[in-house]
């Protein structure tokens, strides 16, 4: 078992001030909380967000398009799972209406492009799968938790006047133009076991107590573990909410039986 190192990313949009278990540095604005990817699982990334300012409208490319485009990281499939949120949070995912790439370069140069996404009022337990070439935003007080793959390309369309680039051309060849698929979101409820997600590159379920055995069967090789409520055992180490490790499947994992936690696996 390997316990991730934590990496607290400050961000001009995160918060001073983080929902526990975590805590921000006196002077520090949090944004994102990453867990360093291990060995036997390096396609995936785990991470916390938090809010207090809108982040920029932004899109991400498939793995056919990031290695087109000449980059070196993979494309990027993502899920969000809201764990805070404070009145008035939404997140902006996809369009209210189709839209063509000449009208939506328009609109992310004259900034209309925000009030074009669909804005959805989110509350804890929200699910989102965002695919490659969804057009995003993450609106402000919103915590969450990111499940996605391993990529740090980011193209941003549209950033609220900030001092920093802007991708228009990339992001606009990559980005689809349509509404986000009603499908692809949903509120998870606050007991039981959960499919979070099973597609191309990862599977993710949130398990209540401890898993049966079909879940133990799925879950046979690498795995992550994320605690959200009570503790398990890795061996001899405790892993606690706010924490991410890594074990060799979920027979090697003790489970609160009262507990719950996120777990993912790789799936190419």
């Known amino acids: ?25 006196p002077g520090r604005r949090i944004g994102e909380i990453w867990f360093e990817p291990p060995a036997a699982l390096p396609s995936l990334l785990i991470k916390y967000i938090f809010t207090s300012e809108k982040l920029s409208v932004q899109v ?7 290695l087109a485009a000449g980059e070196t990281d ?11 949120a ?7 995912v996809g369009f209210d209406r189709p839209i063509d790439h000449g009208a939506m370069r328009a609109a992310a140069l004259d900034g ?3 009030h074009l996404l669909t804005w959805y009022p989110v509350r804890p337990g929200d699910f989102f799968q965002i695919p490659a070439g969804t057009v995003h935003a993450i609106g402000a007080g919103v915590g969450l938790i990111e499940i996605q793959q391993n ?6 369309l549209f950033d609220y006047g900030r001092p920093r680039p802007l991708h228009l ?4 060849a990559v980005a689809n133009g349509v509404p986000h698929e009603p499908s692809l979101r949903r509120h998870i409820a606050d007991a039981g076991t959960i499919e979070l997600a099973d597609g191309r590159y990862f599977q993710a379920h949130r398990i209540a107590g401890r898993p049966d055995a079909a879940l133990r069967a799925i879950y046979a090789g690498p795995v992550l573990i ?29 489970f609160d039986g009262d507990g719950l936690t996120i777990v993912v696996r790789a799936k190419a």
């Open 86 to 92: 404070e009145p008035g949070a939404a997140l902006g």
């Open 226 to 254: 994320l605690p959200r409520q009570g503790t398990v055992r890795i061996g001899d180490t405790l892993v606690s909410p706010g924490d991410c490790a890594e074990a060799a499947g979920l027979d090697a994992v003790a």
């Open 60 to 66: 991400h490319p498939d793995d056919a398009q990031a």
């Open 112 to 114: 209309s492009i925000e």
């Open 1 to 25: 078992m390997t316990a991730l190192p934590i990496r607290l990313v400050d961000k001009p949009w995160g918060m001073d001030v983080l929902p526990a278990p975590f805590a921000a540095a």
């Open 169 to 172: 051309e990339a992001g606009i």
């Open 74 to 84: 993979s494309g990027k499939d993502e899920c969000w799972l809201v764990i805070h």
């Open 151 to 156: 990529s740090d390309i980011t193209y941003r």
